[in-house]
């Protein structure tokens, strides 16, 4: 079945230690999305990319990174993860923008000790 | 500027019996509307969406949805709830006249159906 996958879907890090997340999706989607989701919160979009192209949130901290070495593949890194940047990270995937439905991951939540 | 409000926090509601979680948007044009479900721990699930056209949407697990324009409202019904419905129902708006606009989700509204 095509579908996003992300692993792992628990990583612990510490304080301070550069942590990569990772999205893969089957779907041949140009769009990939990373959110950011605090206890049951709304999600938050961090950034996405469109084809290569990369898009940052405004208010997205400079600690968070990405990188999308080809179609299937996102990564999320964060470089000096602080306590407040522990939360589940979901990544969705896109046909392309606008009216086209996301398709999400399951999640990783990360814990920062 | 789009938003998304849901003013419920919780929703509770009785197995078997209707179900309404609430949901109101603002956007400059004609919206994009969608409804996501999340479990306990899991990513979120698309249910439906409305784009155009009849106003009664029709989604995944017997959900449906109603596009109000005047009330900007578009509200997630179901005629008899289960108890494996509960979860976490976000509602989601794009506004396609903003290109750089992505999708803004509202705050979540957990429901609780009870046996």
């Known amino acids: 079945d095509a579908m996003v996958i992300q692993n792992p879907r628990y990583q612990v890090t510490q304080f301070g230690k550069p942590v990569t997340l990772s999205c893969s999706q089957t779907?041949?989607?140009?769009?990939m999305y990373w959110y950011q989701q605090k206890s049951s919160q709304a999600p938050k979009l961090l950034f996405h990319?469109?084809?290569?192209?990369?898009?940052n949130e405004a208010d997205t901290p400079d600690n968070f990174q990405s990188r999308r070495p080809n179609t299937s593949f996102c990564f999320l890194d964060i470089r000096s993860p602080g306590l407040g940047d522990a939360a589940m990270y979901l990544c969705?995937?896109?046909?392309?923008?606008?009216?086209?439905?996301?398709?999400f991951g399951p999640g990783t939540r990360l814990l920062v000790l | 500027a789009q938003s998304v409000a849901q003013p419920e926090d919780q929703v509770n509601v009785a197995e078997g019996n209707p179900l309404t979680v609430k949901c109101t948007y603002s956007?400059?044009?004609?919206?994009?509307l969608f409804w996501y479900v999340q479990y306990p721990n899991r990513g979120l699930q698309f249910l439906l969406k409305?784009?155009?056209?009849?106003?009664l949407v029709k989604g995944s697990y017997g959900f449906e949805a109603e596009f109000n324009k005047s009330q900007t409202s578009f509200h997630l019904k179901k005629p008899s709830a289960l108890v494996s419905d509960s979860a976490l129902y976000f509602c989601?708006?794009?506004?396609?006249?903003?290109?750089?606009?992505?999708?803004?989700f509202g705050g979540g509204t957990r429901l609780m159906v009870k046996p």
């Open positions: 956007v400059s044009g004609n919206p994009y």
């Open positions: 969705a995937t896109s046909r392309k923008t606008g009216e086209e439905t996301q398709y």
């Open positions: 989601a708006v794009r506004d396609p006249n903003n290109a750089g606009n992505m999708l803004t």
């Open positions: 779907l041949n989607h140009n769009v």
């Open positions: 990319y469109y084809d290569k192209d990369f898009n």
């Open positions: 409305y784009i155009t056209g009849d106003n």
